[in-house]
T-cell receptor, first 109, second 115 residues
């Protein structure tokens, strides 16, 4: 079945440093979504990528979808303490979304 | 709109007990799903539904039953709880079950402990 792998599992950065999380699928994806979950909260949608090679930006966040539509990345420039949380990618299978294990980001002020 | 509402928020069960986690959405979403979240394992799909009267299994369906009698409600039943079902459960919905549809809306979660 479809597998979505995400690395790293944890990342601790100093405030102001950059952060990147990577997502890889065993199969070609029709789209990929990214979610953020604050500690103690529920996942909240960030963005959806659909096209091969697509790049989207949201302020300090940059999302990429690979040319083969099997991998994706989320890059945060100059992290802030408000970026703390777990970031999940989710790949679209037949009728469901399969999530990666998430990358937990902590930011030291 | 309340969005996706889950009840209860917390529950403690003894092994072998049964219970139902409730999920309701008021956005007229056709697609609804249940995930469980365990440390280091992300969100794993238990069951999902693409519309009233239609359900299907996800990655980890064993020990759980679902039904979808209305568009709004998608309860998750544990018939005989086991300690391995200790987890945080999230219900999620989205607009339509098509291929390039939008975001999942999550409920606030239900934390279940099975002793």
């Amino acid at each position: 079945g479809q597998q979505v792998m995400q690395i790293p599992q944890y990342q601790h950065v100093q405030e102001g440093e950059d952060f990147t999380t990577y997502c890889n699928s065993s199969t070609t994806l029709s789209n990929i979504q990214w979610y953020k979950q604050r500690p103690g909260g529920h996942p909240v949608f960030l963005i959806q990528l659909v096209k091969s090679g697509e790049v989207k930006k949201q302020k300090r966040l940059t999302f990429q979808f690979g040319e083969a539509k099997k991998n994706s990345s989320l890059h945060i420039t100059a992290t802030q303490t408000t970026d703390v949380g777990t970031y999940f990618c989710a790949g679209r299978g037949n009728n469901d979304m399969r999530f990666g294990a998430g990358t937990r980001l902590t930011v030291k002020p | 709109n309340a969005g996706v509402t889950q009840t209860p928020k917390f529950q403690v069960l003894k092994t072998g007990q049964s219970m139902t986690l409730q999920c309701a959405q008021d956005m007229n979403h056709e697609y609804m799903s249940w995930y469980r979240q365990d440390p280091g394992m992300g969100l794993r799909l238990i069951h999902y539904s693409v519309g009233a009267g239609i359900t299907d299994q996800g990655e980890v369906p064993n020990g759980y039953n679902v039904s979808r009698s209305t568009t709004e409600d998608f309860p998750l039943r544990l018939l005989s709880a086991a300690p391995s079902q200790t987890s945080v459960y999230f219900c999620a919905s989205r607009r339509a079950p098509g291929r390039n549809t939008g975001e999942l809306f999550f409920g606030e979660g239900s934390r279940l402990t099975v002793l």
